[in-house]
């Protein structure tokens, strides 16, 4: 089954690492995904730009255009990863891996009910 | 990551929130920044035992507040009532209900008072900057002297100065009204605006050493939009610091002198900043309300579009220069614009446009470098030469002093057989 690990941290707590210390997390969390990739069980992973250049579409009648992510939290999404999982076992051994990469925050566990993976954008 | 890395970034990313709410409660900056640090040091002390709190701000902000409460009385050779008694111990188990009440009520006016306390009009701009990094942004008086090229002594007065004045201000401490809350946003822009210009005119040997001021105005202008997230200039400026940064690493060459904008090698543009910006100025222009760094920032935003320098579309900033002008007239921009005009409809019209701006820029060096340009691109190169000397000798910096002799350099060879190359533009 394929799992959605939705990342949430404090955003200006990670926009207040360094550059080395951004870069080294990175870097952890690569050898995480290359583990996963060789093992075919990678999907799509994606980190998002700062939530101040967000805006969120309220499907109001009409629609309103609001600046900002849709929730304000104290923790905010700032990532997400899409991996082939057997059950949620095994979804959490990967989500642990990634968190003794890049401690803090929290992981939401999502099983994925339809993917459908489109063109191959870069 | 060492448990002091994160706990560095966990008290950096706190800081403005912490330190304003506890001006707030002490109405005191030296209180206030007093007691952050000694919270900061039991947090060095209890955070690698307990792990973060959930609310570091929240837990900053009530052992701060302790801490300097018990201070106070003990300063007063007061005996604590045994019920007023709190011990550190205590704190972790209060720590939810505390961060319930310290919620976002006052969050947003606190941070802003505290960054509007170090652009008071009565400070000049470097004592400005200087305040508001070493207290909101939490720098060292060394790592600040370091960023301005003096002497750590020489930085520590100018910040005590700058706070003797803030103290003497009086700065309100009530929730600002929406008027007030407006002006102390546009004072705090402006000086966000200054840290950055500080980095970003920095060159040569400097330019590495003063580049954190260009990070740490971007990281202010994101907590002030965090705050505003619906205010188009703030979007606007953002956006501009984030478009003019993102050619930082193509902007010096290895000498350290200055690439311009057309002899950069753009494969050196940061994307990801140049996508943030394109991002927020998309985002401020659905409101509607120009101002000045939404329009500045829409003028680098067509810089960075290019992907060659061919590309520029130098109509269009010609006409957003023009709407500039029209915001904030300045001889400054007009010169900005005459650069525009000059690749649209030539440098002789240029060269016009800039000619009664003479009197009032007689002593900027970028007037004569440009003048210069403008004549050697039309074969006037004995004129130009005037203009390239003038330049060289208003150069604030040894790379602008390079730059323009490299025009001189190319000018006398190109003066070598013949004085009347005519240009063909």
Request: proline content about 5%.
């Amino acid at each position: 089954m394929l799992y959605a690990i939705l990342c949430y941290h404090d955003e200006d707590f990670v926009g207040s690492w360094t550059k080395e210390q951004d870069a080294a997390v990175m870097k952890k969390l690569a050898v995480v995904q290359d583990k996963l990739t060789k093992q075919g069980r990678l999907g799509p992973v994606a980190r998002l730009l700062p939530t101040t250049s967000a805006a969120t579409l309220r499907k109001d009648d009409p629609p309103v255009v609001l600046d900002g992510p849709y929730a304000e939290t104290k923790e905010q999404l700032l990532g997400f990863y899409l991996v082939d999982c057997k059950n949620l076992d095994e979804a959490l051994d990967v989500a642990r891996d990634l968190g003794a990469a890049n401690p803090g925050g929290a992981y939401e566990i999502r099983p994925v009910g339809m993917f459908a993976p489109g063109s191959t954008v870069t | 990551m060492t448990d002091t890395a994160w706990i560095d970034a966990a008290l950096t990313s706190a800081r403005p929130q912490a330190v304003g709410a506890l001006l707030r409660y002490f109405r005191n900056l030296d209180t206030a920044e007093e007691a952050f640090q000694n919270a900061c040091l039991r947090a060095l002390k209890s955070w690698p035992q307990h792990g973060p709190p959930r609310d570091p701000a929240g837990w900053l902000i009530m052992v701060g507040r302790n801490v300097a409460i018990d201070d106070i009385r003990r300063n007063r050779k007061q005996q604590p009532l045994p019920d007023d008694d709190q011990s550190i111990s205590d704190l972790d188990d209060a720590e939810d209900a505390i961060a319930e009440r310290l919620d976002g009520s006052h969050y947003r006016d606190d941070i802003l008072r505290l960054l509007f306390i170090c652009c008071h009009p009565d400070l000049p701009a470097t004592q400005q900057i200087a305040l508001a990094l070493r207290i909101v942004s939490g720098l060292t008086v060394k790592q600040i002297a370091r960023a301005f090229l003096v002497s750590e002594a020489a930085m520590e007065q100018r910040i005590t100065r700058a706070k003797a004045r803030v103290a003497e201000a009086n700065v309100p401490f009530e929730t600002p009204g929406a008027v007030e809350r407006s002006e102390r946003l546009t004072a705090v822009t402006a000086m966000i605006y200054l840290i950055f210009n500080e980095g970003y005119s920095a060159s040569g040997d400097t330019a590495e050493i003063r580049a954190p001021l260009c990070e740490e105005a971007i990281r202010l202008a994101r907590l002030l939009l965090r705050l505003f997230q619906s205010e188009p200039e703030i979007m606007g400026l953002m956006a501009l610091l984030l478009l003019q940064h993102a050619r930082a690493d193509a902007r010096f060459d290895a000498e350290g002198a200055l690439i311009l904008l057309d002899d950069q090698d753009r494969s050196r543009w940061n994307q990801k900043m140049i996508a943030e910006g394109l991002a927020l100025i998309d985002k401020a222009m659905r409101h509607r309300r120009s101002g000045p760094y939404q329009v500045q920032a829409a003028i680098a935003a067509l810089h960075a579009r290019a992907e060659k320098p061919e590309d520029t579309d130098w109509k269009q900033i010609d006409l957003l220069y023009g709407a500039l002008e029209l915001m904030q007239p300045s001889p400054v921009v007009t010169l900005n614009r005459a650069v525009a005009v000059s690749k649209v409809r030539g440098p002789e019209v240029a060269l016009e446009m800039i000619a009664p701006l003479a009197p009032r820029l007689s002593s900027y060096f970028h007037f004569f470098g440009v003048r210069g340009a403008f004549l050697m691109q039309l074969g006037r190169n004995d004129e130009a030469r005037v203009a390239f000397d003038r330049a060289i000798a208003l150069a604030n910096t040894s790379a602008e002093a390079a730059h323009i002799r490299m025009h001189l350099d190319r000018l006398m060879r190109d003066s070598q057989p013949r004085d009347t190359k005519i240009s063909k533009k």
